[in-house]
């Protein structure tokens, strides 16, 4: 159970943890009907089972009506809905939750006081936790890679919304049984913009999860959640949390003190590069760590052995279902033999048909140089897109004074530049991650680029090089995007082209694609606003939208 912790120090700076002696959250899925009774119904929320319960809080499984839409209802305990902090903190993880719009957070629906009892709705996942799959053991690298990139999306989204989880761990990520994978439980989230309600001297989170800083109850910022989700890849990869003990004192000494077993070591299938990154989150001082999410996306997608595994939500769905039926780590001894009776051959037959076709083909190769030297340079050309924030910019290598350049020549090269950052996916396979700077060899011909960002509109060009030409590619995602304000009086749900945006008031501006955009607010107790708008290139457009009563 996640508990409010009291870490009480001496004189040489260390203590120990004391529990202030109230659990306000559960991450069981046990249940207390014998102290709590069952409901049939809140408001409008018909409830089909309790899911948990805690001394704060029960959760259910309940029915939107008339939606008809499966929900989950936490409800807080009405004895509790008389302390004016316990009230505070409620609202505040709805009010975090109502901004974070994004495929790998849970998304919040409702929240409001319904007789003396106050409640928040949030979208229903139909799977389990990461903890209940974790019980089944490590996880093959394939789902694993999928499961990395999904945690890094959505907390990476939710640090650039000026949110710090806190309480990063398996109990509080959801997997459905459709692949999908989503962060949940905000409830002592730090905001940016709302006043944090944590008492000095307290460790929030769960023990065994928490970074340093949080074990010495220091102030915490993006980083923590880094060291957290390293502990997470760790045990999801290893099958084993690299810091838990038997008793609490036991798990925060190896928190502060002891530095886990590579993990490449644990499971030789995860690669070297990834396992130094992984080692990187877990250190001890918080400046030490990766920088950002970011950069740890950047180290995974530049990794060849990550960069080709493809994992899609189905692969983990079908994981969640038949897990015997998925790959599975290769073993330390299996590897050995693959190496043994089967690669060294297979390279030693290849070099020895190497050897035997460069023999035969060594006069005509020196017939080709000659008519290469005597070609002209080829003429360079590629198609421009239309899109004016997109330049394509052309070079030509002209190389034909020794064969090795003249062979070098004939292959095609495209280089990225990428404001501010992306994916860079060449005919639907992915390369890179900018900024790199290296040239990527491609074979000469027609080619579909695509520019993918985690908060931008994604870019695709359709580009052609010819034999020995370097293409490079300077794209800017910001350039023809606006900025949208809205401000809602008294308050109202943000739909933009048909996609929910949040609950106002909003901290930051909605980046728009220039152009025509819908714009439309609901209420419950107001009628429905609409408007067409406009962004220009490189422009703030500010609405202020006053939902009145039809007369």
């Known amino acids: 159970m996640s508990i409010f912790w009291m870490f009480s120090r001496n004189a040489k700076g260390t203590g120990s943890l004391q529990p202030r002696g109230w659990v306000y959250r559960s991450e069981t899925c046990s249940t207390n009907s014998g102290i709590f009774r069952m409901r049939k119904k809140l408001k409008n929320y018909r409830i089909v089972r309790e899911v948990s319960s805690s001394l704060g809080t029960t959760v259910y499984k309940a029915v939107q009506e008339p939606l008809a839409r499966y929900v989950s209802l936490k409800v807080m305990h009405e004895k509790l809905g008389k302390d004016d902090e316990m009230v505070q903190r409620f609202e505040r993880e709805a009010r975090i939750c109502a901004n974070l719009i994004h495929p790998n957070i849970v998304r919040l629906f409702d929240y409001g006081r319904w007789r003396n009892e106050y409640y928040i709705v949030q979208e229903w996942i139909d799977g389990m ?22 945690l890094t999306a959505g907390l990476a989204y939710a640090h650039s919304q000026g949110i710090v989880h806190r309480d990063i761990k398996p109990a ?10 989503k962060i949940a439980d905000f409830g002592v989230a730090r905001s940016s913009f709302l006043p944090d309600l944590t008492i000095d001297g307290t460790l929030i989170g769960t023990p065994a999860y928490s970074s340093p800083e949080q074990i010495r109850c220091d102030k915490v910022d993006e980083k923590a959640d880094i060291f957290s989700l390293g502990v997470v890849v760790y045990e999801s990869l290893s099958g084993a949390n690299p810091f838990e003990a038997d008793n609490y004192s036991q798990i925060v000494e190896k928190i502060l003190k002891k530095r886990p077993e590579p993990l490449s070591k644990v499971n030789p299938s995860v690669p070297a590069k990834v396992s130094k990154a992984v080692q990187k989150m877990l250190s001890k001082t918080a400046q030490k760590r990766i920088g950002d999410l970011h950069e740890l996306r950047r180290i995974l997608d530049g ?46 037959a290849c070099v020895f048909l190497l050897l035997v076709f460069f023999l035969a083909g ?39 004074r020794t064969l090795a350049q003249s062979t070098a020549a004939r292959n095609s090269y495209l280089r990225f530049q990428v404001k501010p950052w992306a994916r860079v996916y060449v005919d639907g396979s992915y390369f890179e991650t900018t900024p790199t700077g290296r040239l990527v060899s491609v074979v ?14 994604t870019y695709e060009e359709v580009v052609s090089v010819l034999p020995g030409e370097t293409l490079a590619v300077n794209v800017n995602l910001e350039a023809e995007l606006g900025w949208l304000y809205v401000s809602v009086r008294p308050w109202g749900e943000v739909f933009i082209d048909g996609s929910l945006q949040g609950t106002s008031p909003f901290q930051k501006p909605f980046r728009l694609s220039a152009g025509s955009h819908k714009l439309m607010v609901l209420h419950p107790s107001y009628p429905q606003y609409e408007s067409e708008i406009h962004i220009s290139v490189q422009d703030t457009l500010r609405i202020n939208v006053t939902l009145q009563d039809t007369i």
């Open 129 to 150: 936790s990461l903890r209940e799959l974790l019980q089944r053991g490590p996880m093959p690298l394939n789902i694993g890679v999928y499961l990395i990139r999904e």
């Open 172 to 181: 509080n990520i959801l997997i459905g049984f459709d692949g999908s994978v």
């Open 303 to 348: 990794t060849k052995s990550f960069r080709n595994i493809e994992a899609q939500p189905e692969d983990m769905a079908f994981y969640l279902k038949e897990p015997e039926e998925s790959v599975k780590p290769p073993l330390i001894n299996k590897r050995k033999t693959m190496w043994q009776f089967f690669v060294y051959p297979v390279l030693g």
């Open 362 to 400: 060594l006069f005509p190769a020196r017939k080709n140089t000659r008519n290469n030297d005597r070609s002209d340079t080829p003429y360079l050309s590629a198609d421009a897109g239309s899109d004016a924030q997109k330049m394509i910019q052309k070079t030509t290598v002209n190389d034909n």
């Open 444 to 457: 000469p011909g027609t080619h579909r680029l695509s520019f993918r960002h985690d908060s931008l509109p």
